[in-house]
Structure formats: structure tokens, C-alpha cells
């Protein structure tokens, strides 16, 4: 009897989601999890890039990003980055720019599936690039990966020391996300430097949330 509830009440959320015209569920593609690049050279070439052409990625290469952030590697929860008492405190955002076959928004990433929710078709590019004090790495990316913590759900457990664990964790994602880019000869930095409060305030997400780190992505400009 639960699972027909589930099914029909799963049918019915398909259902309004598509009937409002904008795809807001987007199925990412399966991630590759072997490749011919090893992590030696990823360690060895990983540097902070903040030319970008300005050029679309794939989606293909969108999924691969996401999940080396945050993806699951066994189920039920365990990701590709280790959690204090797998708390996973923090929510992955996408401001989408220029994706091949994706409009550009506001997504927030869904580990569990694999997938992009739609949570705004507005471009935040102009507005990060600006809390960001103007930084050159925030004008021409294709993507900008944000992380954002959820303090609720690690301090009950960890109190004072729940705040260094989450940051310790945006720490591990993000040298996830620099790695996983030079091996798809991408163009990533870390950026810290950024005007929190008026960030979080800006940009479509829960109120308990704090955006802790940001990482532009694009194609690598090269000079000529
Ligand atoms: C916590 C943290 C915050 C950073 N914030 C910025 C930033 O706001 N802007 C920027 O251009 N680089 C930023 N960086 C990147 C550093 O400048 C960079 O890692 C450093 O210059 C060493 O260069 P490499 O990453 O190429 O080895 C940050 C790095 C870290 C770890």
C-alpha cells in the first residue's frame, strides 16, 4: 500500500513539474569513474586558472564537476569527500552561464540522483562577480560551483567544532573540483574573497544557508 502512495505521489511530482513548461529536473549524465589521466598528474599540473575563454562546457563535463564535488560513491551516502560523523552539512549550487544543452540559471545539485534542480532561471553572474569585489575570475566563466553550509545539520552534533569541520569539508571538495578540472583540461580557483552577507542574501537559497567558498569554471583562455 506505501508503495503505491509512493509511486503515484513520485507520478504526480513528475507530472506538475513538467506541466510548468520550464524543465526543472535535469537527469545528469552517468560519470565517468576510470580514466587515463592519473591522479599523480592531476596533482602535479592542479593550479589556480582565472583566464577563461568564455566558451561552453559539455554537460558531460558539468556531471564529472559535480559529482567529484559532492557525488555519491556508495550508496546510501558516501561521497567522493569525507564528512565529520557524515553529517554532509553542505548543499552544491551551479550558476549555470553556458552549458551545451542546459539553460542557464540557478541550479542546486541533487547527489541522490545525480541531478540539477532548477531553482532560478535568472543569471547571478553579474551579482557574484560584484560580491566577489570585482575579481577577473568571475567574468567570463562558463559555471561557478558554490558551496553552501547548513550549520543546523552538523552543530547538534559538534557544536563549536562543527564550523571548522564544515570548513575543513569545503576544503576537500574544492581540491576535488581542482583535480577533476585539469583532468578534463579545465580552468578552475578557489575563491574565499567575497562579500558573504550580501551573497547569501542575493542568491535563491534557504535563509540558514551561508555560501562558504565559490569556484568559477571554464574553458582555459590561452594567450597568445
Ligand atoms: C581559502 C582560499 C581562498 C582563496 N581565495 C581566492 C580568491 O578570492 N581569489 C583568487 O584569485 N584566488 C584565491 N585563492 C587561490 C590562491 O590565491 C592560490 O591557491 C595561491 O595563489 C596558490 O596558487 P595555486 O593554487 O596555483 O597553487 C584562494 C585559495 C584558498 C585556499
Known amino acids: 500500500m506505501l508503495k503505491v502512495i509512493i509511486l503515484i505521489l513520485t507520478y504526480l511530482l513528475v507530472n506538475i513539474r513538467i506541466s510548468s513548461g520550464v524543465e526543472k529536473i535535469i537527469m545528469l549524465p552517468e560519470p565517468q569513474r576510470i580514466s587515463n589521466f592519473s591522479l599523480e598528474e592531476a596533482l602535479q599540473k592542479r593550479r589556480s586558472r582565472r583566464n577563461y575563454s ?22 546510501p551516502f558516501y561521497k567522493t569527500v569525507p564528512s565529520a560523523g557524515a553529517c554532509y552539512p553542505m548543499t552544491i549550487y551551479v550558476s549555470v552561464v553556458k552549458v551545451k544543452g542546459l539553460k542557464s540559471g540557478f541550479y542546486q545539485y541533487i547527489p541522490k540522483e545525480h541531478q540539477l534542480e532548477l531553482i532560478s532561471t535568472d543569471n547571478f553572474t553579474d551579482q557574484i562577480y ?16 558554490l558551496m553552501s553550509a547548513d550549520f543546523d545539520k552538523i552543530t547538534t552534533r559538534y557544536g563549536k567544532r562543527a564550523y571548522r569541520y564544515t570548513y575543513m569539508e569545503a576544503g576537500h571538495i574544492s581540491q576535488n ?7 578534463l583540461d579545465l580552468a578552475t580557483v578557489a575563491v574565499g574573497a567575497y562579500d558573504e552577507e550580501t551573497l547569501n542574501k542575493i542568491l535563491p537559497i534557504p535563509n540558514k544557508e551561508d555560501i562558504i567558498y565559490l569556484m568559477p569554471v571554464g574553458k582555459k583562455r590561452t594567450i597568445k
Open 54 to 75: 568564455g566558451e561552453p562546457i559539455s554537460l558531460e563535463q558539468l556531471s564529472q564537476l559535480l559529482w567529484s564535488a559532492y557525488g555519491i560513491t556508495k550508496v
Open 130 to 145: 560584484t560580491c566577489g569585489y570585482n575579481q577577473g575570475c568571475l567574468r567570463n566563466q562558463a559555471i561557478t560551483i
Open 177 to 183: 573540483i581542482y583535480l577533476q578540472t585539469e583532468s
